[in-house]
């Protein structure tokens, strides 16, 4: 069976998900940017804060790329980043509020993404929505063709 044939790439590539792939690329390069601009000028100030912003980055950039490509892979690579997204928002802005000397410096999670308008508190969400739509989708697809 070839890769691409478990997926519905119409719907990958138009609609709410190119809107939330293209989402997930303006995250990736604001907190990547972001976290090498802060790592490079100051890392001793607030280390963990700024790794944890490079972490939040690479999240966005794997997200992003897996939600592009089609196929039952790339649905797995994407539902991963995005729980650990999730996970990450959520612990990371739970403990920048409770334990704010962890943190002397935000991150891109801190304040459950406040510094970011919440999207990172949201994205995830419809990002999981979305994967879980995408194969509700595939699976009465392949019903009806059988």
Known sequence: MSEVSGDSPATRGSGFGRVLV??????ALAATARSVYQIIKSFDDAPV?????AVAGVVYIVAAIALAKSGERARKVAFAAIVF???GVLVVGTLS???SDLFPHDTVWSGF???YGFVPLILP???LWWLARERKSQR???????
């Open 22 to 27: 293209l989402i997930y690329a303006i995250l």
């Open 49 to 53: 804060a700024y790794l944890l912003s």
């Open 85 to 87: 997204e999730l996970i």
């Open 97 to 99: 509020l409770t334990m």
């Open 113 to 115: 993404g406040r510094g």
């Open 125 to 127: 969400i419809l990002g």
């Open 140 to 146: 009465t697809t392949e019903a009806v063709s059988s």
